[in-house]
């Protein structure tokens, strides 16, 4: 073997050895990491599943009328996994609705017990009330339904309920929490990039507003703006943009004096460009854990003001009003009912926390 091959065989392996780690980008290690860490990965798992339920929606829950309020009051308080058969007569073509409110129920559903059909007539036997007979041109037919979480003391189906009360849930925090990232963000990173008296200024707003209780804050806003679907978004971004504006005042105080920035201010570049251009990505690690636990906070907030019925109004489904509807309950054997939702709030509010933990660890250079 001549000296010359030898030379190349030992640069190709030096080049094999070399191109993992020129190619591997912080990114891509900071997600193997976060792929290590199997409990944040099962609540992205969480989370995903959630999301993907509130957007499907009424196309994958069994009651598909708008808000999921068909009751039938002949089956209040059935037990999980209960199944009831309807008699379904005078169909309707077009009943109307939507993707994203749902869509009337297209027939007259009666809860039977029993029946038996003749030539020209049907013979029922309702779950409540007198026997009737209708006449076959009526179009009737049969059908069996399975209430898989039971029904609640109005007839209507649990797990549907749930279902689409994961859309408020989802929709709140994620609006709050834009409304707080805006907001925080800008306020934060002016207060330290300018310091001086726009620094007190700011300061002084953050810290008359974090020493108001977040609860009964969110209530006055509340009670400002009105009781409905919209405010509860603006009442709960409103208030936990204080986290985010400490965070990023903190963050930007101790990059503001680096290189990089220094020389953006030398080439006359505008305040607000360095910052959103040159400051705020290299915090994006720090704003994303605190977003990601402000989103938890904000699914708490709505559900507590939906349970005090300031939140969502009824008949909209909310996981905080179904746990103030069937609260009663959980005294006699019909616990599952408050149980339920406030289980899907424990298990959504966890998934979140256990994600902003994963995500830092993730980011964090230090380890």
Known sequence: MTLHSLFCRRHRRFVKQQAPAQSTSLSHMAWRRFCRNRLSVA?????GLFLLTAILGYLITPDHTPHCNQQYLELATLRPGSKATFLCIDPVDNPGGSFLTGHPLPY??????SCHMTADSIHA?????????IGRSRLARLHTRTFWLGTDAYGRDVLSMIMIGSRVSLSVGFIAVLIALLIGITLGALAAYHGGWVDNLITWLINVVWSIPTVLLVIAITFALGKGFWQVF????????VDIARVVRGQVYSIKEKEYVEA???????????IFCHILPNITGAVIVVAASNFASAILLEAGLSFLGIGVQPPMPSWGTLV???YPYILL???????LPGAAIMLLVLAFMLLGN???????IKS
């Open 234 to 241: 603006v009442a709960v971004g409103l208030t936990m943009w």
């Open 264 to 274: 953006a201010r030398a080439l006359g570049l505008g305040t607000f460009r360095t």
């Open 333 to 339: 054997d019909s616990a599952y009912l408050p149980l």
């Open 43 to 47: 609540s992205l798992v969480v989370i």
């Open 358 to 364: 994963g995500i830092r660890d993730a980011l964090d």
């Open 108 to 113: 007259t559903a009666i809860p039977i017990d």
């Open 125 to 133: 036997y309702p779950v409540a009330g007198e026997p009737f007979t």
């Open 324 to 326: 103030k509807e069937n």
